[in-house]
């Protein structure tokens, strides 16, 4: 059973319910939506096992049932189809929602374990909490969500049951996102202006650069089929 989480004064449009790794339903949703997403559909059979032995905490994000997140949502139903992230195609969509009565928008995590075992990143001990995994739905994007999303984990990782001193990130570095010429030659994709840099967007909610040009996220080339790495940027905040 999902488990509201409780963040009281933040949720008339969105809040955030707790993924369950035992549920045949929650699983099926992780993966579409991670197809849709682009990255890393593969590890979903490990996020499960990180989330039963409590080290990734994944939330989906859902719309709140208010008076105000009803109005504010009555002229953007959720598409049946969604639009796939990171293809050349315009016109590729994304597999049916796995059921019509959970309808998660995004979903996003806090874990206490990083995937390279950074402990810059993620460490119980040092208080170190990272946020990762965090994707919204394409028709869900250019709402204004993610800063609620944001506000509402931030929130989380500060309450008892978490204890972080300090919340980290990692995202593709800015220098690179900026860059058309390097879409093309490294992911032969097109640049798409219209894309939030997200590491300029992370600094404008205060958190700081720790390191640049980290090589950490293995791609595909959408053309060859070459693997890339792809370089992060580590960020931090404080709680």
Not at 145 to 155: F, K, N, T
Not at 191 to 212: C, H, M, Q, T
Request: net charge neutral; proline share 6%.
């Amino acid at each position: 059973m999902a488990v509201t989480v409780n963040t009281p004064e933040k949720d008339e449009l969105v809040h955030l319910v707790k993924f369950d790794p035992e549920s045949e339903l929650h699983v099926a949703e992780l993966k579409r939506q991670r197809i849709i997403c682009g990255w890393n559909e593969d590890l979903v059979e490990g996020w499960c096992n990180k989330a039963r032995r409590g080290l990734k905490g994944l939330v989906w994000v859902m719309r709140s049932s208010t008076p105000a997140a009803q109005a504010y949502f009555a002229a953007k139903p959720l598409p049946e189809l969604e639009k796939l992230n990171l293809t050349n195609d315009p016109e590729a969509r994304s597999p049916r929602p796995i059921s019509e009565n959970f309808r998660p928008i995004g979903h996003a995590s806090l874990d206490w374990e990083d995937m390279l075992n950074d402990e810059t990143l993620a460490s119980k001990k040092l208080g170190n909490i990272t946020f990762t995994s965090f994707f919204l739905l394409l028709s869900q994007q250019g709402l204004g969500l993610g800063s609620l999303v944001m506000d509402l984990l931030e929130a989380m990782a500060k309450t008892p049951e978490y204890g972080a001193k300090y919340i980290t990130l990692t995202t593709l570095d800015g220098d690179l996102a900026r860059d058309p010429a390097w879409w093309e030659r490294t992911l032969g994709l097109a640049f798409d202006p219209s894309k939030r840099i997200n590491e300029e967007w992370y600094a404008r909610r205060g958190y700081e650069v720790l390191r640049k040009n980290v090589p950490r996220y293995p791609e595909l080339h959408k053309k060859t089929g070459e693997q890339v790495i792809l370089n992060a940027v580590y960020m931090r905040k404080n709680l």
